[in-house]
DNA sequence: TGCAACGACGCAAACGAAGGCAGGCAAACG
DNA sequence: CGTTTGCCTGCCTTCGTTTGCGTCGTTGCA
């Protein structure tokens, strides 16, 4: 591997010169610059990013921790982050949890000894992970440190989302929601008992309006789960608040033979492009998972650069899109 | 941060005892190895993986170099990948090209400059990209360099495939496949190709048996635009040969209200989750994905270690799952 | 023509860890 | 009791780059 001295050598200057050349801070005489640029170009030289890091004091790479990589959820927003951070130069390096607190705070501590500039991390529910030495940003879930947080704004977005199925005249109307470590499933069921009781519904069905919750995993098979459950006393409609309980839900109504929306009405959450052509057409709310990825990106730059932010949670909010599966009478507003 | 000699100086050693204490590599006092790894722990010292790296020449990271982020047939793989490598101590350093071969070989020369021990990349077609110093594994596709490849055996899986169309009795079967400069585009439609040939399919429908391909670029839009081309003469079967293609041609077969399978059969290619539930189930050809990725970690770190495995092709078999959507006639023989 | 000032450039130190080398001390053996 | 052996240990150097400092030469102004 070709190195400074190399190029400093052929170009017939010191070492210090060459660098000044290269990195075009500090004077150098306009021959002497040419000489080394030529000498760098045809030698193939290229900095040695680590050598560099360890002078510098900054490695120009920033970390990202995610449950997993194959959930568009998160991917989406880290296809943005990683845009807007490699225009700032910056690099990306990726660790994944699968929601393990072990794994996040290894994770963590990893990041913390390659020396990365900054970290973007979608938190787990677990309290005992240790504060960061470098700067970090939440994106997707907020953990309640001291830390600022990117996130959908779920709570009005579930909020209008069960409006739109209160107002296609269901009276039975179930959520399936993840666990209440994660603030994702937290903010969604808030929004959806907050419409709902506002609405009259509650859990008895005192009203003739009733309402239920079931909790499970994160998954398709949680969702599938929570479904054949709810199929001994099957609600009117139903919303499973993540794109994989979705997933999982419309497994299970396959497998009964159930009709969405004919015998079930559905509103879900996310916007896989899938939802577009399933049936009639999956009636969500799409949370801002590209804008989410790009202001994630610049609170970490703005941190990297000693701004501070005040350590909040910036709510984005996302869009309805109205389809098919909430049945006959959902209104056509709001559509986009 | 809290950095060797300060650990040293903490337990009364000198810096080298401590680095050998931490590393367990050369003989130390069973007292002094106590107290470095007390200082340690208590100190909270992590070891400064920039210099580290420096002096050690590796940094105990590898380079993955995709088009994209967001794509399922990335991802899935990408994750098991990162599983393999984290196993084995290396960690992930992430860059995205959009198929651009610029940004390809910035991506390759960036992972050289940053010393990444090795690379494992997704090449564009571009045949002008330069041979990169640092050990390079090809996924998903290969670009014909001297370089090892893991692949999906797309030849043999879309022939199947073929066979299984022309099995349920079409006789007029149209592919879409994506830019000839992928090899990926390239295997798949020769695979179409042969069998479709085999069973005395051609152009011009001499036998009564007629082949089509448009060839489109490997995106929903692109084969949404091919599917409305084919409506002018829609055909009785088609194969979009892309997990993208496929919806771009089920959002074109929707707006025109044509039925799959009833008006139009359709077989697919990947297996992203929806294509259980859509409709009937997409009958399709799954590769393997997650092998792939192992493979492509296990032929990687074999490389880092100075092996000097052949660099081939690697064709690794994908699975046929046979579901709805290529109408009555399909055999439920090859079903898994 | 002399002096000052400034631009250009070489040399050296530092970033933090790892490893080679040599010295010291204790135990074991003659 | 002396010598050797071998483990333990501390110090020095190295990895490749950036940057501060000192020096030299040139130029401009009086």
Redesign the pocket.
């Known amino acids: ?8 050598r052929a170009a ?12 075009g ?9 040419t000489r080394v640029l030529e000498a760098a170009r045809s030698l193939g ?8 890091a ?4 900054r490695t120009r790479s920033v970390g990202l921790i995610v449950p997993d990589m194959t959930n568009e959820f998160y991917t989406a927003s880290a296809e943005v982050l990683q845009e807007v951070l490699r225009a700032a130069g910056h690099h990306l390096l990726v660790a994944t949890t699968g929601n393990h607190p072990g794994r996040e705070q290894e994770a963590l501590q990893e990041m913390a000894a390659r020396r990365v500039d900054g970290v973007v991390h979608v938190p787990s529910g677990a309290t005992a992970i240790q504060p960061s030495p470098v700067p970090v940003v939440e994106l997707n879930r907020y953990s309640g440190r001291n830390v600022p947080a990117v996130v959908s704004d779920d709570y009005n977005g579930v909020k209008e989302l069960t409006q739109l199925a209160i107002d296609a005249g269901h009276t039975d109307i179930a959520a399936i929601v993840g666990p209440d470590a994660y603030s994702t499933s937290r903010d969604r069921l808030a929004g959806f008992r907050a419409a709902a009781q506002q609405a009259g519904f509650d859990e008895n069905a005192a009203t003739g309006r009733r309402l239920r919750v079931v909790s499970t995993d994160f998954t398709a098979e949680g969702g599938a789960r929570a479904m054949r459950t709810l199929l001994a006393d099957p609600p009117q409609a139903i919303l499973p608040l993540s794109s994989r309980l979705v997933m999982g839900v419309l497994r299970t109504t396959r497998e009964a033979g159930i009709s969405v929306p004919d015998d079930l009405a559905l509103a879900g959450y996310g916007d896989p492009d899938w939802f577009e052509i399933w049936g009639s057409g999956i009636t969500t709310f799409a949370p801002p998972l590209a804008e989410m990825g790009a202001q994630a990106a610049k609170l970490l730059l703005d941190l990297i650069n000693g701004d501070q932010p005040a350590p909040a949670v910036h709510r984005i909010p996302g869009v309805l899109r109205i389809r098919g599966t909430l049945g006959k009478g959902t209104p056509a507003k709001h559509s986009d």
């Open positions: 591997m070709v190195k400074l001295t190399d190029v400093a017939g200057v010191g070492y210090g010169t060459a660098s000044r050349a290269l990195s801070k500090g004077p150098v005489g306009g021959d002497a610059r030289y290229t900095t040695d990013a680590t050598a560099r360890l002078r510098e004091r």
